[in-house]
T-cell receptor
Framework: GAVVSQHPSRVICKSGTSVKIECRSLDFQATTMFWYRQFPKQSLMLMATSNEGSKATYEQGVEKDKFLINHASLTLSTLTVTSAHPEDSSFYIC?????????????FGQGTRLTVV | GQNIDQPTEMTATEGAIVQINCTYQTSGFNGLFWYQQHAGEAPTFLSYNVLDGLEEKGRFSSFLSRSKGYSYLLLKELQMKDSASYLCAVNSNYQLIWGAGTKLIIKP
């Protein structure tokens, strides 16, 4: 299946700093990528849909000025958590869909565990 | 609204069979996915159903009834490594709607 690479896998940052997470589709072009957040023992929560070459679409309750998403190319989307606070500590996962496939399943990155201290 | 329901937690014995149910009410339907997620890891794809019936893939099978808005994931010959969360997701107008997941606990 298709491969989505997410980096870094773990990051610890100080409160007030910014963290950038990268999501790359390695063997297919992803016009759309999705960013999820998952708190312990909870399911995936969609934060935003990232479209190549245009502004991301944010879900209700997600601050677009805090979670900056850039999808500059067909293989790369980035999520920047600005002015991070301890409550932003979570597991962030990106996914991309290869629309050429019949199943159009979502391929996930490995996830990024963010800890804000 | 759009809603997907699955049991929060299930317990089964190693070597046994377990069925995880998923019911959905969505504005559109373009297929249903099952994903497995181990703690601290991203979900991995298990199965996809778009037509009614049973899809078998090794120890795992998935069933769909579109008229009933119902699916189940059947796991046979359970192994300890099957302890994980199982997520049901519906492709509704090409947006994935996720269930909260079912945590499966396997006991020896």
């Amino acid at each position: 299946g298709a491969v989505v690479s997410q980096h870094p896998s773990r990051v610890i940052c100080k409160s007030g700093t910014s963290v950038k997470i990268e999501c790359r589709s390695l063997d297919f072009q992803a016009t759309t990528m999705f960013w999820y957040r998952q708190f312990p023992k909870q399911s995936l929560m969609l934060m935003a849909t990232s479209n190549e070459g245009s502004k991301a679409t944010y879900e209700q309750g997600v601050e677009k000025d805090k979670f900056l998403i850039n999808h500059a190319s067909l293989t790369l989307s980035t999520l920047t958590v600005t002015s991070a606070h301890p409550e932003d500590s979570s597991f962030y996962i990106c996914s991309a869909r290869d629309w050429r496939g019949v199943t159009t399943e979502a391929f996930f990155g490995q996830g990024t565990r963010l800890t804000v201290v | 609204g759009q809603n997907i329901d699955q049991p929060t937690e299930m317990t089964a014995t190693e070597g046994a069979i377990v069925q995880i149910n998923c019911t959905y009410q969505t504005s559109g339907f373009n297929g249903l996915f099952w994903y497995q997620q181990h703690a601290g890891e991203a979900p991995t794809f298990l199965s996809y159903n778009v037509l009614d019936g049973l899809e078998e893939k090794g120890r795992f099978s998935s069933f769909l009834s579109r008229s009933k808005g119902y699916s189940y994931l059947l796991l046979k010959e359970l192994q300890m490594k099957d302890s994980a969360s199982y997520l049901c997701a519906v492709n509704s107008n090409y947006q994935l709607i996720w269930g909260a997941g079912t945590k499966l606990i396997i006991k020896p």
